[in-house]
């Protein structure tokens, strides 16, 4: 097990806008969604909006586990829906989920606002596998995509669907069928909600 902000480099956790699938939980049930923890030297803090399961979460608790993973297919998946409860298990009683290869404790002391930039800390982490890879620059454009969906669904403008339909069109090219299938799922999911 890992402690403080020290072990943040072996979380993964480097400066600048990481980014995480953040658990949360509320009275058993878990969610997930894709959060960016922002490393600004020794500072931490994380940007959260209203209106999501996450804000609430954590305005209530003051905790969140940061999942640390590779999987695109994830950050899509959970950028707009919720997973279903066989995707996660317990590590030291938290929800963590299960295709995760690191994983950290979060705290921090919330407030109410229609955005909550909380300073953040880690109290504790674990590495559960080192997985190696080449960069791909689909998987990276999954990752972007899921932030424009969920910007777009908020704010209804135009730009962030134009820039989702340029990132497909890059996924498509440069992306494996699991970063491909991510971004059609992401895109069916943002036109039925646009519709409503």
């Known amino acids: 097990m890992l402690y403080g902000n020290l072990a943040l480099m072996d979380l993964g956790i480097l400066d600048g806008?990481?980014?995480v699938i953040?658990?949360?939980?509320?009275?058993?049930?878990?969610?997930a969604a894709p959060v960016g923890i922002v490393k600004d030297g020794d500072s931490l803090?994380?940007?959260l909006f209203?209106?999501?399961?996450t804000y609430d979460n954590f305005?209530?608790?003051g905790w969140f586990v940061a999942n640390?993973?590779?999987?695109?297919?994830l950050f899509a998946e959970t950028a707009l829906e919720d997973l279903a409860p066989d995707y996660f298990m317990r590590r030291d009683g938290l929800p963590v989920l299960k295709g995760a290869e690191a994983w950290g404790l979060f705290k921090g002391e919330p407030f109410a606002l229609d955005i909550i930039i909380a300073k953040v800390e880690l109290a504790e982490g674990e590495v559960m596998r080192k997985d190696f890879r080449a960069c791909n620059r689909g998987a990276s454009l999954v990752?972007?995509?899921?932030?424009?969906?969920?910007r777009y669904l908020a704010l209804c403008t135009d730009s962030y669907y134009e820039e989702l339909i340029r990132l497909q069109r890059i996924i498509n090219r440069c992306g494996g069928p699991r970063e491909r299938e991510?971004?059609?799922?992401?895109?069916?999911?943002?036109?039925s909600y646009s519709h409503i």
């Open 22 to 31: 953040a658990t949360t939980e509320d009275k058993g049930r878990i969610n």
């Open 182 to 191: 991510a971004m059609d799922r992401l895109m069916d999911r943002v036109n």
């Open 143 to 150: 990752i972007e995509a899921a932030v424009a969906a969920t």
């Open 45 to 47: 803090h994380v940007r």
């Open 50 to 53: 209203s209106g999501t399961h």
């Open 68 to 73: 640390i993973t590779h999987d695109a297919w």
């Open 17 to 19: 806008i990481n980014e």
């Open 59 to 61: 305005l209530a608790s």
